[in-house]
């Protein structure tokens, strides 16, 4: 508490005047003849209590009345932030923090929020004093540092602009704290542009926050909030592509879904593919072609949900994007881009005993039907080899091997698919009635594949064991997470498989049967991963069947089939899109290495860029622009044209605000004042800086203790 | 109101000086507000015949006379009794307060004492007058002729409140004094210990005397009405207490009901008549009690 007159606080002094008045100067009462003193004496004690009782009332109201009086007078004012004391006009070391996520985009009253946040800033700082330092952060990463002048700093607020790649506000301010508590100056503010939006203030940001502004105790804090209270906004969610790598011709799917927020009626969504346009003049320039369109009508708070469909894609990389029709509040999550590659199907080698192409029927038409092989749109091309001819196979042309039913194979055999799998391929082993002698299978080449030692064949033949996938989140069950429960894997039940006794090191359950023992088990080797399947789908139904996972209605089956073996040849390994900020790594072929690369923006701006040859990747680190990105060598012939996409992240453009009462959680017990308008930050910076002047309220103070006692004197001394 | 009856208003008999016509006024007042004789019907014997004029009770009409002359005739009574009434008046300081500087407790008794003397005398009743105050100071014997009237008078004319009071004691000592069974009036305050006071009102009870006890307390100490902070003092013994009047009245009314609900109680067991006054309440209150409880006996 401080005050504006210090010295008239000694006026307290005059409180002992009623002390002596009531001591020295007590009014004499009426003396009255009364001869019936004998009722009045039985009494008198009682109220004699009640008449001192009173007396002492009216003493401490009248001290109280000139102790606050004098209080009053010496105008103390409360600062809520303990805080240096001094002139007004001191120079202050002020941080302006501001959020500059694409959400500061949004338009209300024709300005972007971001727009507004500056105009207040500028405002701001033509009242800070001179001789302030001032420093300006946004959302972009990076250290905090002071301005030159204030001149500076006005010049870095006019010049700040969204940033997709933006961090939370509680991680700025937290860096604002740091830089506070290193000023000299006595005087510290903080002053935050936010537009309270949940995304941008994570909750879980708040204890390090709090640890933070805990360093800089004596910083005032004010929020100043140039958010719009009901936003009406359409967004896009993310896209969900059926894979970024595709088989040609392989229909690509893409889903999304469209939110609304304080909007209804329809709205149209667009999909657009990037072609080349023969009629450029540049080559390879690229037109976008409208590849679908779909009306949906929402109401304000709903989402629906959306899908699209592309189809005869040719080989090569393909990128496009998804809009949204019309315009709306905020122009950055109406637009979502995607990169798909196709590629030609992926060649599988499925090798079993002879006659191989019995054993390897019901897998080979699970991957790769008739009809389709037929008319070229098989995801696989699969060959069948039998078990014996591995030695001298070639294994290099093929994405994945797979083992039905082996028989002992040689150490060398065994070596040399481990060898495989380690250089970045994949290998599924069906595991069923050749597995004899066990001896074989549990010795060093057989296990450096294998996903454990077996231990021994077991029986189910009430047929209750059955397929029981518990976590979809594996990319080759991920198919079924639509379907969760809704799958009859009953219908499929497995009578006999091999028990594992350990699971080899690094190996886990990707799904289990209903027992809880293992059934599909991963191992990583090297580069490349092995599946080991510890019951067979090559047995002919007719021969006392290990399992009915391929007959019937067997499309479970089918799906996991070619989940499993899109899983293995790597199609959704490579990342071709990603969200504004991240680095982007794009796999080279090592043959085939340029020495440089052209990298062409959204924007269209050119950049080369040089690979990391030892790793055979390219490495983009300048991510920032949301849009498609291209990178090109060599020539449009021979040469490489591939590209990716960079989005924002969803969470970077949602508009649902804090309310001021869940923001106080953020600061825990540190004091913040929230501010609209230019007036309110006034009066919030006047008040934090001088503190609250109590004169208003003392002095009510005093009259009502004033009022009070000139109601009881009144009642306790009425003239007889 | 008429003119007659406004003397039962303390305030109006107040300004008549002299005690005769005081009694006189405060009597004829009285009688006048009420409807029948209040002499007819108890210790009287007949003595002459006169003609019936309405008004007159229908029982007294002589039906022989009747009978024999056909005319309504009534009967006429004439006092004969020999009830020998006292007055016995406390004249201690206390019965000479007055808050209202008008009329003492004091001056409404001797009002009440002559207006129940006038009337008793003029019944023809013997009437004598006691004075105490801690003992009998004064007393004139009882006698009914028109001459008593004027010696009470002017004897209660000289009186000064003054000195302490033993009510009990002066009691005992009427009682002890007393030879035949009479009418004994006492016109008290009654401030002081009540316990002796009772036993010495069964005292004169149990001697066979009628009692009438008018308890005559000032305006002010039956109501009470001071405000603000007062010392009050007692006038026989000087002892003061300080207090907030607003805020002690209801605490002082609930005690002196208390106090005379307890006489009326103690009276009501002993036979005792008790009429509770004050000096602003007016005359005929009083001597409605002591003719309510006159005729309840005879």
Redesign the interface.
Same mark, same amino acid.
């Given at each position: 508490m401080t005050f504006v007159n210090p010295l008239l606080l000694a006026g307290a002094g005059l409180v002992v005047i009623p002390l002596v008045l009531h001591l020295v100067m007590r009014? *004499?009462?009426?003396?009255?003849?009364?001869?019936? %003193? *004998?009722? +009045? *004496?039985?009494? /008198?004690e009682?109220?004699?209590r009640? =008449?001192r009782l009173?007396h002492l009332l009216l003493l401490l109201l009248r001290m109280l009345a000139i102790v606050l009086a004098a209080l009053a007078l010496a105008r103390p004012s409360l600062r809520l932030s303990a805080g240096p004391i001094g002139s007004q006009r001191a120079p202050v070391a002020a941080a302006l923090v501001f959020d500059t996520s694409p959400r500061m985009e949004y338009r209300h009253e024709n300005r972007t929020r971001l727009e507004a946040a500056q105009e207040l800033a500028l405002w701001l700082l033509a009242q800070l004093p001179p001789e302030s330092q001032v420093a300006v952060l946004d959302s972009r990463r990076g250290p905090a540092a002071f301005q030159v002048d204030l001149g500076a700093a006005r010049h870095r607020i006019e010049r700040l602009e969204t940033t997709a790649d933006a961090q939370p506000i509680p991680h700025v301010l937290a860096e604002a704290a740091r830089l506070l508590a290193g000023s000299e100056l006595a005087r510290k503010e903080m002053y935050v542009f936010t537009d309270l939006a949940r995304a941008a203030w994570p909750i879980d940001a708040a204890g390090r926050l709090q640890e933070r502004l805990n360093e800089a105790p004596d910083a005032g804090l004010y929020l100043i909030d140039v958010g719009v209270a009901q936003p009406a906004n359409l967004a896009l969610g993310e896209l969900r592509l059926s894979g970024q790598i595709v088989s040609s011709r392989s229909t690509l799917r893409i889903e999304t879904e469209l939110i609304s927020i304080g909007m209804g009626d329809k709205h149209t969504v667009e999909l657009y593919v990037l072609e080349p346009d023969p009629a450029a003049k540049v080559p390879g320039a690229r037109r976008p072609e409208k590849r679908g369109e779909q009306t949906v009508s929402l109401t304000p708070g709903q989402s629906r949900s959306l899908e699209f469909r592309v189809s005869n894609l040719n080989q090569g990389t393909h990128q496009g994007y998804v809009q949204i029709l019309g315009q709306d509040g905020l122009g950055a999550d109406d637009r979502r881009y995607f990169t798909v590659e196709v590629k030609p199907a992926w060649r599988i080698l499925i090798a079993a005993p002879k006659p191989e192409n019995t054993y390897a029927v019901f897998l080979r038409e699970a991957l790769a039907p008739e009809s389709f092989r037929r008319s070229g749109l098989a995801r696989f091309a699969c060959d069948v080899a039998p078990l014996d001819d591995l030695p001298q196979k070639d294994l290099a042309p093929y994405a994945a091997v797979c083992l039905l039913d082996p028989k002992p194979l040689e150490p060398l055999v065994w070596q040399k698919l481990a060898d495989y799998v380690a250089e970045g391929h994949g290998l599924a082993v069906w595991l069923g009635r050749n597995a004899e002698p066990v001896k074989t299978f549990n010795e060093p080449p057989a296990q450096d594949v294998l996903a454990g030692k077996l231990l021994r064949q077991a029986r189910s033949p009430e047929g209750k064991l059955t397929l029981a996938p518990e976590n979809l989140e594996h990319p080759a069950l991920v198919a079924f997470r639509g379907l969760a429960g809704g799958v009859p894997w009953s219908r499929h039940p497995v009578y006999r498989y091999w028990q594992l006794d350990a699971l080899a090191e690094g190996a886990h359950v990707i799904a289990p049967f209903n027992d809880a023992g293992p059934a599909i088990v991963e191992r990583p080797l090297g580069r490349g991963r092995a599946i080991t399947v510890t019951t067979p789908v090559s047995d002919d139904p007719n021969r006392d069947p290990w399992n009915l996972l391929p007959i019937g209605e067997a499309w479970p089956f089918v799906i996991l089939a070619n989940e499993m073996m899109a899983y293995l040849v790597g199609s959704g390994s490579e990342e071709l899109n990603y969200r504004a900020g991240q680095t982007v790594a794009l796999e080279l072929p090592a043959d085939r290495i340029a020495p440089s690369y052209l990298l062409t923006g959204p924007d269209g701006t050119q950049a080369r860029i040089a690979p990391d040859v030892k790793q055979h990747r390219l490495m983009i680190t300048s991510t920032e622009l949301p849009g498609n990105y291209r990178v090109q060598a060599g020539g449009p012939e021979e040469g490489v044209d591939r590209g990716f996409s960079v989005n924002l992240a969803p969470e970077q453009t949602r508009l649902e605000r804090w309310s001021d009462q869940e923001l106080a959680q953020f600061f825990g017990t540190y004091p913040f004042r929230l501010a609209r308008s230019k007036e309110q930050i006034e009066l919030n910076v006047h008040t934090g800086r001088v503190g609250r002047e109590l004169f208003g309220v003392l002095i009510l103070a005093v009259a009502a203790v004033l009022g009070l006692e000139h109601v009881l004197a009144n009642?306790?001394? &009425? &003239?007889? | 109101m008429s003119t007659v009856e406004k003397y039962l208003k303390p305030e109006v008999i107040r300004q008549i000086k002299r005690l005769d016509l005081r009694a006189q006024f405060i009597v004829k007042g009285f009688l006048h507000g009420l409807h029948a004789s209040p002499f007819h019907g108890f210790s009287v014997e007949f003595s002459e015949h006169r003609k019936y004029t309405p008004g007159d009770d229908p029982k007294d009409i002589d039906w022989l006379i009747y009978a024999k002359t056909d005319k309504y005739y009534v009967k006429k009574y004439e006092a004969e009794t020999n009830i020998t009434g006292y007055l016995a008046m406390d004249i201690s *300081?206390?019965m000479g307060?007055t /808050?209202r500087q008008d009329m003492t407790k004091f001056d409404y008794t001797i009002c009440l004492a002559a207006a129940l003397c006038y009337l008793m005398i003029s019944q023809q009743d013997p009437v004598g007058l006691l004075v105490f105050d801690e003992k009998i100071r004064k007393s004139l014997p009882p006698k009914s002729r028109r001459g008593q009237l004027a010696t009470v008078l002017s004897v209660l004319a000289n009186l000064k409140p003054t000195g302490k009071t033993d009510v009990a004691a002066s009691l005992t000592q009427i009682a002890a004094m007393l030879r035949h069974a009479s009418l004994v009036m006492i016109f008290s @305050?009654l =401030?002081a210990e009540p316990e002796p006071i009772v036993q010495a009102l069964h005292r004169l009870r149990h001697r066979g005397h009628d009692v009438i006890l008018f308890h005559v %307390? @000032?305006e002010?100490?039956a109501r009470f009405p001071?405000?603000?902070? +007062? $010392? =009050? !003092? $007692?006038?026989?013994?000087g !002892?003061?207490?300080? =207090?907030?009047?607003?805020?002690?009245r209801h @605490?002082?009314l609930a005690?002196?009901e208390a106090?005379r609900e307890m006489y009326r109680r103690e009276c009501f067991q002993a036979g005792i008549d008790y009429v509770p006054l004050d000096t602003s309440m007016q005359f005929d209150k009083a001597l409605a009690g002591y003719l309510a409880g006159r005729k309840a006996r005879y």
């Open positions: 009014r *004499r009462p009426r003396l009255v003849e009364f001869p019936a %003193l *004998r009722f +009045v *004496r039985l009494r /008198h009682t109220n004699q009640q =008449l009173r009642r306790f001394y &009425k &003239k007889g | *300081r206390s307060y /808050h @305050d =401030l %307390l @000032d002010a100490e001071f405000e603000g902070m +007062v $010392e =009050l !003092e $007692e006038p026989e013994s !002892e003061r207490l300080t =207090l907030d009047a607003d805020n002690f @605490d002082y005690e002196i106090f």
